[in-house]
C-alpha cells in the first residue's frame, strides 16, 4: 500500500532485483488480486498472511524470512483513561488466564 513500510522495503530491493511493484490502495483488493491470480505475491505482516491462508483455504504459502519485527499497538484518547484502564486490565487477564499465550501461538507471533 501507498507510504507503507511495505512499500519502502520493496523500493530498497529494486536496487538488487528485478520485479514490479503494484500499489494498492487496501489491503483487501490486494488479496483478492492474489487469490485470483493477477498478481504473484505480496509482502506483507505474517499475522495478515496467517489469516489469508486459513481464512481462504488456499494453496498460498509463506516464504522466505520474517524480515522485521512489528509492534502492534492500541491508539487511545488521553482524554478516555477509563477505557486504557479496561483494555489494559482485559489484556492482563488474558495474560494471566493464558489466552494472549494460545492467541500468539494461534497466529505464529513470538
Known amino acids: 500500500m501507498k507510504d507503507s513500510i511495505e512499500e519502502y522495503w520493496l523500493e530498497s530491493l529494486l536496487k538488487s532485483m528485478d520485479f514490479k511493484i503494484i500499489i494498492y490502495e487496501n489491503q483487501n483488493d490486494?488479496?483478492?488480486d492474489l487469490l485470483s491470480g493477477k498478481i504473484d505475491s505480496e509482502v506483507t505482516d505474517h499475522i495478515t498472511s496467517l489469516y489469508?491462508?486459513?481464512?481462504y483455504?488456499?494453496?498460498?504459502?509463506?516464504?522466505?524470512?520474517?524480515?522485521?519485527?512489528?509492534?502492534?499497538?492500541?491508539?487511545?484518547?488521553?482524554?478516555?483513561?477509563?477505557?486504557k484502564r479496561s483494555i489494559d486490565d482485559a489484556l492482563l487477564e488474558m495474560e494471566n488466564d493464558g489466552s494472549l499465550v494460545?492467541?500468539?501461538?494461534?497466529?505464529?507471533?513470538?
Open 30 to 32: 490486494i488479496n483478492n
Open 102 to 110: 494460545q492467541l500468539k501461538e494461534k497466529w505464529g507471533i513470538n
Open 57 to 83: 483455504d488456499t494453496e498460498l504459502k509463506i516464504v522466505g524470512d520474517k524480515f522485521d519485527i512489528i509492534y502492534v499497538a492500541i491508539a487511545i484518547d488521553n482524554a478516555n483513561p477509563e477505557l
Open 52 to 55: 489469508l491462508i486459513q481464512d
